[in-house]
């Protein structure tokens, strides 16, 4: 019977011919209990593959592997059937099941790794603690004066704001309100005189003669 030299092949090898049942690397890496590594389990199961020792089998996607078995003519020196049988039709059905069983389980892993990377994604564009905290020491310089000034204002210092000084600031609003509306209105009706015999169209006049308009600045007449 053949054999391997390297350890890790050796005990795979054992492995695989005590159980004669198919596995995949994750099963054999689980059922050693993890005595080899992943990758050395792969790197063993592949050179056995190469040397005959065990047969490859992909389900979709997941590659199993089940020790080599004799041939039809071999038999045992008692003339019974040999210890390595092959798998009968319950293991097959059983190993297509864990195939698409492991199936499944990848989809929702890919699913569960796209969520985490757009997460990430997320995260990245988020301010870093270190920007936060710049931006935060520039909000604090530009309140500092602002709390100053307030404090001030809250003392007594400089001058307050009483009802008189409100009272005479509501009254001259209201005269320069009513004095644009006046203007306006004469601005107007001046240039509706003008309009009647000039020979343009009004954006034509107001671009000759340089003159702006409230709406072209977004300007409106208060209420009063």
Known sequence: MATS????EK???DYMRDANRP???NDVFSNLHKAVGKTAIQRALDSLVSAGLINEKTYGKQKVYVV???????????GSAPTNALPDEAEKRDL???AQTAERELVVEQAEVKKLQRELATLRQR???????????ELQAELAPKTERLAAIDSGEGRKVTPELMSDARKIRANLVSEWRKRKRACVDLIDCVLEGYPASKKAFFEEVGLETDEEHNAVVPKV
């Open 96 to 98: 297509e099941t864990r």
């Open 127 to 137: 301010p870093t603690c270190e920007q936060l905290r710049a931006r935060l020491a």
């Open 68 to 78: 080599k078995q004799p041939t039809a003519s071999s038999s045992n020196s008692d």
């Open 11 to 13: 005990r795979v090898l």
């Open 5 to 8: 030299s390297d350890p890790d």
């Open 23 to 25: 596995y995949s690397v």
